[in-house]
């Protein structure tokens, strides 16, 4: 499985980015079974913002009302659409299956005031 993120960028608070990851050598089951957003922070462990399974989306309670959650079956993409950007966002972004526990290489995200 091969997971790449992009889509990240520098923007000022308030602003909104969306994130794509692209999934390959994946089958589709296992693509909508769960795939997920994860962020690290400089000097902060890696965290989880949202996951969307074949039935829910589930998202951290800091990005809940500010960030979605979606894909595209047919094109094995997961996407993130970040709304409100807060500094407290600034991170690099990583894409996950979690049934194949495979990670994308990232995408940083920068939020300045």
């Known amino acids: 499985v091969q997971l790449q993120a992009s889509g990240g960028g520098s923007v000022q608070v308030g602003g909104s980015l969306r994130l794509s990851c692209a999934a390959s050598?994946?089958?589709?089951?296992?693509?909508?079974?769960?795939m997920g957003w994860y962020r690290q922070a400089p000097g902060k462990e890696r965290e989880f913002v949202a996951e969307i399974t074949d039935t829910n989306r589930n998202y951290a309670d800091f990005v809940k009302g500010r960030f979605i959650i979606s894909r595209d079956n047919t094109k094995r993409r997961v996407y993130l659409q970040m709304n409100g950007l807060k500094p407290e966002d600034t991170a690099v972004y990583y894409c996950r299956s979690t049934v194949m526990d495979s990670w994308g290489q990232g995408t940083l995200v920068t939020v300045s005031s």
């Open positions: 050598g994946i089958i589709l089951s296992v693509f909508r079974t769960s």
